[in-house]
Nanobody, 118 residues
């Protein structure tokens, strides 16, 4: 089974920064970050195609978050800047069904908690 593992979540003060990392046991697919806050539905945060030629950002994080990947290390990153309390959520890494984000996602990590204090 494909394994996905994210890390880097922490408690941070509003306005601060964090970088999340995600490793996968098998690469060659689109990779994305999702998040879910208590009482809310899971939402897509950012996605990058297999070789980084296409990216997606939720409107709420554009200009603040940056997605990147290192295919040699089979690692996906999410640099989060200017964090706001509303960014507080469990963040999940997901591996796509194919090389493009539009194909959807199949494998998920267990999540890493990001808490932004005011």
């Amino acid at each position: 089974q494909v394994q996905v593992a994210e890390s880097g979540g922490n408690l941070v003060q509003a306005g601060g920064s964090l970088r999340l990392s995600c490793t996968v046991s098998e690469d060659g697919y689109a990779m994305a970050w999702f998040r879910q806050a208590p009482g809310k539905e899971r939402e897509g945060v950012s996605c990058m195609s297999r070789i980084g030629t296409a990216t997606y950002y939720a409107d709420s994080v554009k200009g603040r978050f940056t997605i990147s990947r290192d295919n040699v290390k089979r690692t996906l990153y999410l640099e989060m800047n200017s964090l706001k309390p509303e960014d507080t959520a469990m963040y999940y890494c997901a591996r796509g069904k194919g090389p493009w984000c539009k194909a959807g996602f199949l494998f998920w990590g267990q999540g890493t908690q990001v808490t932004v204090s005011s």
